[in-house]
């Protein structure tokens, strides 16, 4: 029986299939199983229409659509987040599945590369980096959308085996995953190489732990009671109990850490003001953060590549001018956010009925017409002066530098013509194919692009993070320590940029009110990070979303009944849906099919 | 006065001596023929040298049948053995040596022949001419073949007085007066008994008895005795699958118990899908291992006349030592050899016509505009069709712009041809035997051709085989055995799908466009027609005019086999066999692709003329592409065989095996075409005691390539006992009218290593392409890559643990009853996991051993023959029964459990519960929504919703009906002889099936209306809200899109699948052997044969349910009706 001792007749015959040593052992496929691990970072900027997670990793970033700022007029895969019928056994979106597995990714990635003897010393320290970065922040979206969740870190889990676990506490996730930023923040570079731009940076790593100390920090995780009875099957609760007010102290030194590493030089990061006050003051300098490919003020980005084109055509005006989508519509209540341009907010609140509650001192009006000028962001900085609802009249810069409305005119300066959004288009001709509230974005168009035809000639980096949020985090930690005036300096650096006056010169009492401080700086951001995915996690953490995301979503009446109507019919607040917001909302259920498969995982309350 | 052979042990049963000298007779038989003319007496030319010494003369006579032809018989106490006689040591006649050894014994003996036959001194000699006066006289004949029977024993029923035929089949024996029974029997056929009381000339026709408790039976690498057999092994009469048409998988379905199939499709040249106890896992591998002449092989490849036996393996005992192969049960096939004698020539000739069973009617285009009209007013919309134009297509005034096509009807003919030729000649002599045949089986096809081409798109099937098996004897222990089987396949057919063109042909609305145009354009050639868009194909088009498709297909396959007899050499009963086969197949496509120039008119002119508008160009040419693809496989086999009874009553056997197996395509992936390797050892042992009790045991031990090492060899045991009642003293001959009476019990495993999945080498990881990222101010992309598959080293086998509870039992010699019942556990299926938790993160999931599946059943076979005068019945039925379930697929718990699919069977269909027609707005909105559809109208369906969550949707579905595989299949034939007539029909059916209606069955219902026809026997069948009939067999009509909530899988269109059909009717005549003998033929007979001539099915009236189609719109099966010609010389 000799030829039992040995089963060579049953191996398989050499050929070239490649093995997860053959992967490790030469450069550029290392560099190439690094590249799928970084792909697992969400794309955040995929934000005009959800794409489908068909591969788990391409996943869509509803966020913007999804709170009261804005509203998406094509598919609406986010839209079962807001009208009532979002569960766990069909969510809108499953980030959970997607999320984990580039945490899986990574770890494999931490295995097996210090194999690759190809790499150099420092090659390696840096590519380990980047694979530790991806797995924490991994583990950070799932905690930011899922609130406490199974900390895997860097272990590979059995895959042949079935072992269940259950959820860490929400202090054990925060604590390990800041932690962790900080650790890993020291092994990325402070600025990566033109050829690897876009890749994780220090400051991008301690600019997320910025963000979720605050998040933290936050009412909404702060010992909120209807998490209170939260608990795995041993008993362990999940959510904190009590409020701590240190946290706001952690999340304001977190902030600090990063402004001082930039103020010092030691981090070449920075907001972006230009040294001409006329572009700050007609928010200009704003545009161009967005506009501008890898300015100073972007801590964390990435270039759109092709994708740029959703910037350009998915918001532009649809019809023969432009042959756009239209489809990227802003809220009445984003509009009603922007402060005047003497630096008051015209509207404070709304009544029971849903009327705006209008600050007489303002200067807004909602009535008549009259003819002005608004800046155009050219490079002639000519603006456009047309006849347009009082509405839009004296808005602060950064509504022109981010609406687009009824009869101004479009961020792009081939058009100098007015612009037209509502049933029967530019061209008057009726099409399905109309925005719903009566605005577009045009924050990202940039002034030089042209959408018919288009033409890609501009490249354009997303936001992941910017600058501007790290000083916005500081001073809103600060109020809630009622440390204000400490923070001053850094909250009017913002304003100025974005061509408003000092703070405390339109507000005199905000040192010494904590509510006024409060609602100014919530408004600051609703306005400074318009259509930036902060919105929707503000929202949740300032426990506001039950009512601001939640009942009637006003815009201008699109369905006039003939275009010669138009001024008749037009400028009134009209709802264009109900949304439900439901306090389980907050988090996000983790997928059903993700439950049963673990039966020690306890769903999100209210789901 | 029986009549017994005397051997070295003459204590041995009746049955294994009457077995041997059947054997001897035939021997004798088959040497009188050939040298019947020739010669003296092989007394008088034969030489013996016995050993010398004093012996009994049991001894002497074994001695002398081992060492010469001959046979000894004698009658009771005409000789006594135990007598010892002096043997001189010299070459001397038979005679010679008998006359010195009888010499002090009072036996005479007579020679005839070979056979030695022994009487008393004082009894007159048998056939002795004194007692002329009171004998009877006659002959004893076969009642089938009307051949006469040599030495078939003739006795006075009670008493000594009996007799043998002689070479003549005659008999003569002394009648000593009074009222007797008279019984004529030999071994094989059932014992005859004629009342006589007085001398007379008494003839006896002798009836084959069917079962042959001697009989060889094909078993796992070898073949046992039949009453040896204990485990569960079918096997079937191999006339029983010589179907004129299709292939032998078509022919299984009720003949052989514990056979599952089913056939999908009549297209020329498809098989059935057939499963051994039904289906057993839901793993990639459902179907049995099939063993021709012991090598693996495709079933459909043989020419039935070709085949010898025919076996199927079920149980433990039976499959284990096929080891990790022999899971699904396994089918042993052996071809025909040849056999020593004069040539045996055998031609069979037939030719016959096909027709599709059942074809679909369909509605012309008046009714169709007339339903689509109401689908659209019952939902508000505006008719589709004028009162006018529905009187156009109803008149064909013009059949042009109002056309109504029966697309079936034009483009299928009503019958086609086929034709089958055999010859095959067995025969041999002493040193080599032969069986060589040929074959031709031309079958065409049903669809029409364009004439006015000069290239031909019908379909046509051919099919040659060729088969040469060769048994050479080298030595006189010494057996080469080469089998060389030829097969060349060509189907010619149009370039689409035959699947594809059929489902045109019932899907496009009759109104699209006519078949073609009148006129011709300024080449002479036809306007073809398109409808505009060409969104809408013109099914003829798509049959005549996309050119053709020729596919061939070449299969050599050879064994050569060395057979070593190692009786003399080491023991007796060793015997050694080394086998090696190579088969190479290889398959041929040449493509001609065209395209029509099309047209479409929309309008006439002023002068009637129809005015044509251009749609596509087309081709002038025909496109050339060619494929090829070719696999082989090498097969090596040696094995070591014992079997001997000790003692007379201690049968032992043995088997000792090693077989590898390589198998390699030239497959499209560098994975696919490494290649496929197996290689194993395989054991059994036997005993049995007495032929009462039995006992066996079977291993497997093999391996496979897919796994890691140390994970690749498994040993897979088996076991079994078997208790013949019959033979025990207490019953035997107790019980009145049994003959034989088995139980029998297995137990054991085997495995399935057929994992699928796509995965090859488990044990290996798979690096795929992945999502990559573009970095850097110039956005440059790196490509990702990632782990695909994960390695485990651990996945191995599907194990099958097997039990097995027989009885075999007969009565009245006629009739015969064998009934299993089985229970199996699958363990190990290869699954992808669906449990993992998702934290893990694994993007591929992995594939791991963890499914689990349970089967039970039973199967028997109940079989009846009886000779009444000239007459001949005989009666076989069989049934299966077998039910799965899936207990673990790795899917976690539906939140609803009543949907998870685990403890339900494989396949189980699920459904709403439909509670019957809306018959009001009010009664809508009152009950739960139905998938958030707003329109519900009276005489939508209506839901039970399950789970009580005001909604009904996919979580109210529970598991209805069974799953489109029967649970039950059965079969009953008959047949009737009467001289030379004979007639047989059989009758299969199917039970426990279901299927949902579909397709046609939701008309209108695409968002292209040209692409939905309508079945004629569905009009006024629909609700209509103009008659409000409530109790309509189908529901409101919808004219656009899919409606989400009619036609949905519920109760309401699920049906059953069970049918009952005639499957066969055979009438046959021969010609009488006084015709047949002036011809200088063996034999003559003319047949008419009809296969699917009639079917029953409750719940499908409208197409052949065995297609199990949900509309009728599949290819459908075709009945036949062959006439034959068989001549045998």
């Known amino acids: ?607 | 006065m029986k009549l017994i052979l005397i051997t070295r042990n003459p204590l041995q049963r009746l049955r294994k001596v009457l077995r041997i000298m059947r054997l001897t007779c035939l021997l004798i038989l088959i040497t009188t023929m050939v040298s019947f003319a020739s010669t003296g007496t092989y007394a008088q030319t034969t030489e013996l040298s016995l050993n010398a010494g004093t012996k009994t003369l049991k001894d002497i006579f074994s001695e002398i049948e081992e060492k010469s032809e001959f046979i000894f018989f004698y009658n009771d106490n005409a000789v006594d053995l135990s007598a010892r006689a002096e043997v001189s040591n010299k070459s001397a006649s038979i005679t010679e040596i008998l006359d010195e050894v009888l010499k002090n014994s009072p036996a005479k003996y007579k020679i005839i022949d070979r056979q030695i036959i022994f009487y008393r001194d004082k009894e007159p000699l048998p056939n002795s001419q004194q007692q002329k006066k009171s004998e009877i006289k006659g002959r004893v004949v076969d009642g089938k073949t009307g051949d006469v029977i040599i030495g078939a024993s003739v006795i006075l029923k009670g008493t000594t007085i009996g007799t043998t035929t002689d070479i003549d089949g005659n008999y003569t024996l002394n009648y000593p007066g009074g009222r007797h029974t008279v019984v004529a029997s030999y071994l094989g056929y059932a014992p005859k008994e004629i009342s006589v009381a007085g001398a007379q000339i008494l003839d006896f026709t002798l009836v084959e008895d069917a079962i042959q408790l001697e009989e060889a039976v094909v078993v796992g690498y070898g073949s046992q005795r039949k009453v040896s057999v204990i485990g569960a092994i079918t096997t079937v009469d191999v006339d029983n699958l010589k179907l004129p048409t299709g292939k032998i998988s078509n022919s299984l379905a009720g003949r052989l118990a514990g056979v599952v199939a089913v056939q999908r499709s009549g297209e020329p040249g498809t098989s059935s899908n057939f499963w051994v106890r039904g289906i057993s896992t839901f793993g990639e591998n459902k179907n049995p291992l099939i063993l021709v002449d012991g090598v693996e092989r495709s079933l459909d490849l043989l020419d039935p006349e070709d085949i010898e036996s025919f076996s199927i393996l079920k149980d433990a005992t039976a499959t284990a030592v096929y080891g990790v192969r022999g899971a699904n049960g396994v089918i042993l096939i052996n071809t025909r050899r040849g056999k020593e004698g004069k040539p045996d020539i055998n031609v069979k000739i037939q030719s016959g016509i096909l027709a599709p069973t059942k074809l679909p009617k369909l509605a012309n285009s008046a009714t169709w505009a007339n339903m689509y009209n109401i689908a659209r007013t019952s939902h508000g919309y505006a008719p589709a069709y004028t009162e006018d134009e529905i009187e156009k297509y109803r008149t064909q005034s013009d059949p042009y712009l109002y056309p109504s096509v029966d697309w079936l009807g034009e483009l299928m003919k009503n019958y086609t041809t086929n034709q089958r030729v055999n010859l095959n000649v067995t025969g041999g002599g002493k040193v080599a035997r032969y069986y060589v045949s040929g074959a031709f089986y031309n079958e065409n096809g049903l669809f029409i051709k364009d004439s006015s081409h000069e290239w031909n798109s019908e379909i046509n099937y051919k099919r040659f085989n060729f088969v040469s098996n060769v048994d050479v004897n080298l030595h006189r222990t010494t057996v080469l055995k080469l089998n060389v089987n030829g097969v060349l396949e060509m189907k010619h057919q149009p370039f689409e799908e035959l699947s594809t063109i059929f489902n045109q042909a019932v899907s496009v609305s009759p109104n699209t466009v006519p078949l073609y145009y009148p006129d011709l354009d300024e080449f002479g050639k036809r306007h073809y027609a398109e409808s505009t868009g060409g969104n809408i194909p013109n099914p003829y088009n798509t049959l005549t005019q996309r050119g053709y498709n020729d596919n061939w297909w070449t299969k050599i396959n050879a064994i050569m086999a060395l057979e070593q007899d190692f009786s003399e050499l080491i023991t007796p009963g060793l015997k050694a066999i080394v086998k090696f086969s190579y088969d190479s197949n290889s398959w041929n496509q040449i493509l001609r692709e065209g395209s029509p120039h099309t047209w479409y008119a929309k309008n006439r002119d002023e002068n009637g003329n129809l005015i044509y508008e251009e749609n596509s160009l087309g081709s002038n040419t025909l496109d050339y592409k060619s494929y090829a693809n070719g696999e082989r496989a090498l097969y090596l086999e040696g094995n070591l065989t014992y079997n001997h009874t000790f003692n007379d009553v201690h049968n032992v056997g043995g088997l000792l095996l090693y077989n590898q197996r390589e198998y390699q395509v030239a497959a499209s992936t560098s994975i696919g075409a490494l290649p496929y390797r197996t290689q194993g050892l395989a054991g059994r042992l036997t005993y049995s005691y007495n032929d009462r009790y039995f006992i066996e045991g079977n291993f497997g031990y093999n391996g496979s390539e897919n796994f890691a090492r140390g994970h690749r060899f498994g040993f897979f045991p088996a076991a079994a006992v078997g208790w013949v009642l019959s033979n025990e003293k207490f019953i035997q001959g107790k019980v009145k009218n049994l003959d034989m009476l088995k139980l029998k019990v297995s137990l054991g495993q085997s495995g399935n290593d057929q994992i699928g999945g796509g995965r090859r080498f488990v044990y290996l990881p798979t690096i795929n392409s992945a999502n990559g990222t573009n970095w850097g101010t110039s956005n440059t992309a790196i490509g990702g890559i990632a782990v695909g598959e994960y390695a485990n080293n651990n996945v191995s086998w599907e194990t099958s643990t097997k039990l097995n509870i027989g009885i075999e039992t007969q009565w009245f010699n006629s009739f015969r009853l064998q009934i299993d019942y089985f229970r199996e556990k699958r363990d190990g299926i290869f699954v992808q996991r669906k449990s993992v938790p998702d934290y893990v993160g694994v993007t591929t999931m992995p594939w791991s051993n963890v499914g689990e599946m349970k089967n039970h059943g039973i199967d028997a076979t109940l079989e009846f023959d009886k000779q009444i005068g000239d007459v001949y019945l005989s009666t076989r039925g069989t049934f299966t029964f077998a039910r799965n379930k899936q207990i673990n697929d790795d899917q976690p718990d539906y939140i609803d459990k009543y949907r998870n699919r685990n403890g339900q069977r494989y396949g189980q269909q699920f459904g709403l519960m439909a509670l019957g027609l809306f018959e009001s707005q009010e009664e809508i909105d009152n009950s739960p929504t139905q998938y958030g559809v707003s329109y519900l109208k009276p005489g939508d369906i209506k839901y039970k919703d399950i789970n009580g969550d005001g909604v009904v949707d996919t979580n109210d579905e529970v598991p209805i009906g069974y799953s489109d595989i029967p649970e039950i299949v059965y079969g009953l034939g008959f047949s009737v002889a009467y001289k030379g007539f004979d007639l047989s029909l059989f009758f299969q059916g199917v039970a426990n099936t279901t299927f949902f209606l579909g397709g046609a069955y939701f008309p209108f219902n695409y968002p292209n209306i040209g692409q939905t026809s309508f079945l004629a026997d569905l009009e006024g069948k629909y609700f209509d809200p103009a008659k409000q009939n409530f109790d309509a067999e189908l529901p409101l009509l919808y004219s656009d899109g899919w409606h989400g909530s009619n036609y949905v899988n519920s109760t309401w269109w699920q049906r059953s699948g069970a049918f009952l059909r005639l499957k066969q009717a055979e009438v046959g005549y021969t010609l009488p052997k006084n015709i047949t003998n002036k011809l200088l033929l063996k034999t003559v007979r003319f047949f008419i044969t009809g296969e699917n001539l009639l079917t029953f099915a409750p719940d499908v009236k409208l197409w052949d349910p065995e297609t199990g189609s949900q509309d009728g719109r599949g290819y459908p099966l075709m009945k036949t009706l062959n006439f034959g010609l068989n001549i045998n010389f």
């Open chain 1, 1 to 607: 029986m000799s030829f039992f001792s040995c089963d060579s007749y049953l191996d398989k015959q050499p050929d070239d299939m490649q093995t997860l040593e053959g992967v490790f052992e030469k450069r550029s496929s290392t560099e190439q199983y690094l590249a799928n691990v970084l792909n697992y970072l969400p794309h955040q900027w995929d934000n005009v229409c959800a794409v489908e997670l068909a591969d788990g990793t391409d996943f869509g970033w509803p966020f913007t659509p999804a709170s009261d700022e804005a509203e998406w007029g094509a598919v609406r895969t986010y839209a079962i987040m807001q009208n009532g019928s979002h569960s766990a056994a069909s969510p809108a979106m499953d980030f959970w599945k997607p999320l984990y597995r580039g945490i899986r990714e990574s770890n494999i990635f931490l295995q097996n590369v210090s194999r690759c003897t190809e790499l150099k010393n420092d090659e390696l320290k840096l590519w380990t980096a980047e694979a530790r970065y991806t797995n924490i922040m991994c583990h950070y979206w799932l905690t930011m959308l899922y609130g406490p969740i199974i900390l895997v870190k860097n272990e590979l889990v059995d895959v042949n085996g079935t072992i269940y676990r259950q959820r860490n506490t929400w202090e054990e996730c925060v604590e390990w995953i800041t932690e962790s930023l900080k650790d890993v923040a020291n092994d990325l570079p402070k600025k990566q190489e033109d050829i690897y731009a876009g890749k994780p940076t220090k400051a991008a790593a301690l600019a997320y732990r910025s963000r979720l100390l605050l998040y933290s920090a936050s009412k909404l995780m702060n010992g909120n009671p209807f998490f209170a009875s939260v608990k795995n099957e041993d008993g362990t609760l999940l959510f904190p109990q009590n409020n701590d007010p240190n946290k706001w102290k952690l999340a304001a030194d977190a902030a600090k850490e990063i402004i001082d590493l930039c103020e010092s030089g030691q981090l070449p990061y920075g907001l972006l003001v230009s040294e001409s006050d006329e572009e700050n003051k007609k928010g200009i300098t704003y545009k161009k953060v967005f506009t501008e490919n890898w300015n100073k003020e972007l801590l964390d980005t990435k270039d759109l590549g092709d994708d740029v084109y959703i910037l350009d055509l998915a918001p532009a005006p649809n019809g023969e001018r432009f042959k756009g989508h239209a489809t990227n519509c802003v809220t009445q209540q984003q509009v009603d956010a922007y402060a005047m341009s003497n630096g008051k907010y015209p509207i404070t609140g709304y009544t029971s009925s849903g009327r705006p509650v209008i600050d007489a001192t303002s200067g807004y009006s909602e009535e008549g017409f009259s003819t002005f000028t608004v800046p155009t962001f050219d490079t002639s900085n000519g603006g456009y002066t047309g006849e347009a609802f009082n509405m839009y009249k004296d808005r602060e810069p950064r509504f022109y530098a981010s609406v687009g409305y009824n009869e101004g005119v479009w961020t792009n300066t081939s058009t100098t013509e007015p612009i037209y959004l509502n049933k029967y288009g530019t061209e008057g001709a009726s099409s399905s194919d109309y925005n719903r509230t009566g605005y577009l974005i045009t924050k990202y168009t940039h002034p030089s692009s042209t959408t018919n035809p288009y033409a890609l000639q501009w490249r354009r980096c997303w936001p992941n993070f910017r600058y501007a949020e790290v000083l916005l985090n500081y001073v809103e930690a600060k109020i809630e320590l009622g440390e204000t005036a400490e923070a001053l300096k850094y909250w009017n650096q913002v304003r100025n940029r974005g061509g408003m006056p000092n703070i405390e010169s339109v507000y005199p009492t905000v040192t010494s009110d904590i509510e006024l401080a409060t609602f100014l700086i919530r408004r600051e951001r609703q306005v400074e990070f318009a259509f930036e995915n902060v919105r929707w996690f503000d929202a949740n953490r300032w426990k506001i979303s039950t009512e601001t995301n939640h009942g009637k979503v006003y815009g201008m009446n699109v369905n006039i009944s003939s275009l010669s109507a138009m001024r008749d019919e037009y400028y009134v607040r009209t709802a264009f849906e109900t949304r439900i917001f439901k306090e389980a909302q907050y988090l996000q259920p983790i997928p059903q099919s993700s439950i049963v498969k673990n039966p020690k995982l306890i769903q999100n309350p209210g789901w």
